[in-house]
């Protein structure tokens, strides 16, 4: 049985492919602290991916910060659509708390559910 609170492989973006088509995608919104690009999939589940440059801070700031994004992702991940989510990381996030990380990663959920 599967726990709601698991990210398994199966909804991560692993692929350089599943990347660069959704950076030509159409469907963006911008929240505080990051550029949220998705896509619809034929896959059935929500797939994250995450993208954070050396710009955003150093190696420990870019994995708190990706392992926050996750965790946002897991509690959230079955109430969205079937979609290839990227999250480009911008140099905001950096200073933002988890609460800021909820709220505004919860605009950007909506804003997708919303468009689908």
Same mark, same amino acid.
């Given at each position: @049985?599967?726990?709601?609170s698991?990210?398994?492989?199966? #909804?991560? =973006? $692993? +692929?350089?492919?599943d %990347?660069?088509?959704?950076s030509n995608?159409?469907? +963006?919104?911008?929240v505080k602290g %990051?550029?949220v690009?998705?896509?619809?999939?034929s896959? &059935?589940?929500?797939?994250l &991916?995450?993208?954070a440059? +050396?710009k955003? &801070?150093?190696?420990?700031?870019r994995? +708190?910060?990706k $392992?926050?994004i !996750?965790?946002?992702?897991?509690?959230? !991940?079955?109430? =969205?659509?079937?979609?290839?989510?990227?999250?480009?990381?911008r140099r905001?996030?950096?200073? @933002?708390? %988890?609460? #800021?990380?909820e709220?505004?990663?919860?605009?950007?959920? !909506?804003?997708? &559910?919303a468009?689908?």
């Amino acid at each position: @049985m599967t726990q709601v609170s698991t990210f398994p492989k199966s #909804s991560r =973006l $692993r +692929k350089r492919a599943d %990347f660069v088509v959704l950076s030509n995608s159409a469907n +963006k919104h911008t929240v505080k602290g %990051f550029l949220v690009i998705w896509n619809l999939n034929s896959y &059935g589940i929500a797939r994250l &991916g995450i993208t954070a440059t +050396k710009k955003t &801070g150093s190696a420990v700031d870019r994995n +708190k910060i990706k $392992r926050r994004i !996750r965790e946002v992702f897991r509690h959230r !991940r079955l109430s =969205l659509p079937a979609v290839d989510i990227n999250i480009v990381v911008r140099r905001d996030a950096s200073v @933002m708390d %988890f609460q #800021s990380f909820e709220i505004e990663l919860e605009k950007a959920f !909506r804003r997708i &559910g919303a468009s689908t």
